[in-house]
T-cell receptor
Framework: SQKIEQNSEALNIQEGKTATLTCNYTNYSPAYLQWYRQDPGRGPVFLLLIRENEKEKRKERLKVTFDTTLKQSLFHITASQPADSATYLCALETGANNLFFGTGTRLTVIP | DTAVSQTPKYLVTQMGNDKSIKCEQNLGHDTMYWYKQDSKKFLKIMFSYNNKELIINETVPNRFSPKSPDKAHLNLHINSLELGDSAVYFC?????????????FGEGSRLTVL
């Protein structure tokens, strides 16, 4: 069965630096991969979707890459701010209407 | 105007009781889901419905019974609650079928079984 590993449970970085979060998966490559943000006590919020034929996707200070050879996605937040502190989840589809989530990385941006 | 709303937000109950969580989406989406997030924050799919029809039923005890009266609602009923059922339950929806696309989540319902 598909398995997702997100690099670390927690990541602390200094404000202004670039945060890089890793999502590795096993088995088959999905047609697309998604990233979500979850704040404490809230539901996950969609950030970006990247398809298998796309190498990179950007949205404002966010950038996602997708390497199907390495079976890895990288999620970057440039010029990080304390407001970016949250848990970030990667997710990939394992079948129709079935989105499988990783355990998330809790990012803390230190002022 | 909340897109995906679920009630109640908090639920504290005794073992053996039966409880329900309601979910409604006003996005006009065809597909709705229930996810369970445990204490380790792992978000696991339980069910998905497309246009009121069950599409996915993961290995969930049959004490959990989803009901979709129409495509805007997906309720979750849990019988004979157990301690291990304590978790946060999230409802979500997405447009279309066959291709999951972006999920819109509710704020979650925290269930505590004593």
């Amino acid at each position: 069965s598909q398995k997702i590993e997100q690099n670390s449970e927690a990541l602390n970085i200094q404000e202004g630096k670039t945060a890089t979060l890793t999502c590795n998966y096993t088995n088959y490559s999905p047609a697309y991969l998604q990233w979500y943000r979850q704040d404490p006590g809230r539901g996950p919020v969609f950030l970006l979707l990247i398809r298998e034929n796309e190498k990179e996707k950007r949205k404002e200070r966010l950038k996602v890459t997708f390497d199907t050879t390495l079976k890895q996605s990288l999620f970057h937040i440039t010029a990080s701010q304390p407001a970016d502190s949250a848990t970030y989840l990667c997710a990939l589809e394992t079948g129709a209407n079935n989105l499988f989530f990783g355990t998330g990385t809790r990012l803390t941006v230190i002022p | 105007d909340t897109a995906v709303s679920q009630t109640p937000k908090y639920l504290v109950t005794q073992m053996g009781n039966d409880k329900s969580i309601k979910c409604e989406q006003n996005l006009g989406h065809d597909t709705m889901y229930w996810y369970k997030q445990d204490s380790k924050k792992f978000l696991k799919i339980m069910f998905s419905y497309n246009n009121k029809e069950l599409i996915i039923n993961e290995t969930v005890p049959n004490r959990f019974s989803p009901k979709s009266p129409d495509k805007a609602h997906l309720n979750l009923h849990i019988n004979s609650l157990e301690l291990g059922d304590s978790a946060v339950y999230f409802c979500a929806s997405s447009a279309g079928s066959g291709n999951t696309g972006e999920l819109f989540f509710g704020e979650g319902s925290r269930l505590t079984v004593l």
